[in-house]
């Protein structure tokens, strides 16, 4: 369940954040339950190509005020902005 802010959600981020510094990196990528890229530990992802912002879907990630903020930016500077799931 990734649409409520509760403690116990928070779990599974925690884990992969300490397990990722822990082997050298700084951030680790979440997937989804269908195994598509889905958001990082505490941030979101956007990849800019050509003009087009892609960002995971909704249907599995917490939904926020910064991310809203930021697709509202991209369009407001005239990108295009498509939300679809993305493989690893």
């Known amino acids: ?3 409520a802010k509760i ?3 928070y779990t599974n ?5 300490t397990e990722s510094v822990r082997l050298g990196f700084d951030e680790a ?3 989804d ?6 958001e990082c530990t505490g ?3 956007f990849v800019v190509r050509k003009n087009t912002i892609y960002t995971p879907h909704t249907a599995e990630i917490l939904e926020g005020i910064t991310r809203d903020s930021l697709i ?5 500077l005239g ?4 939300e679809r799931p993305h493989q690893p």
């Open 1 to 3: 369940m990734t649409k």
């Open 7 to 9: 403690t116990g959600n």
């Open 13 to 17: 981020s925690m884990l992969a954040k």
């Open 29 to 31: 990528i979440l997937l």
């Open 33 to 38: 339950t269908q195994g598509y890229v889905a």
């Open 43 to 45: 941030e979101n992802l």
């Open 72 to 76: 509202t930016m991209f369009l407001d």
């Open 79 to 82: 990108y295009t902005t498509k």
